[in-house]
């Protein structure tokens, strides 16, 4: 989260770089814990570089298949040690093929199985 320095009023956000290495990591611990997950990644204004003070990343995670219907998938992948809030979106791989050009072609894949 945002680090508020000692000797001043400046909030210090979060940048790419380790917004980046910290999906990774977080991937890398699910992967290792769930093996029908295939794929991870994260788009949006970290993807593209328009990220700012107070913004989110967009995670991207898909697995072999799923019963749980799509909005309650997110509940099973804990994104708190992410240094930011995030919007953590969970596909299955048939539902993926369904997803916006748009999205996947801005995605940055940091993890696939």
Known sequence: ???RSLDSSIIRWP???QV????RRLAIELAAGQPDLLRVGYFGSYADGRWGVGSDVDVIIVVRDSDE????RAAA???SSLPVPADVL??????L????????DGTVWVFTR
């Open 20 to 23: 980046d290495a910290a999906v």
């Open 15 to 17: 940048d790419r770089d």
């Open 77 to 79: 992948f804990d994104g």
């Open 69 to 72: 219907p799509f909005p309650r």
């Open 1 to 3: 989260m945002p680090v």
């Open 90 to 95: 969970v596909y299955t791989a048939e539902e």
């Open 97 to 104: 093929e369904r997803v916006s050009p748009r999205i996947l």
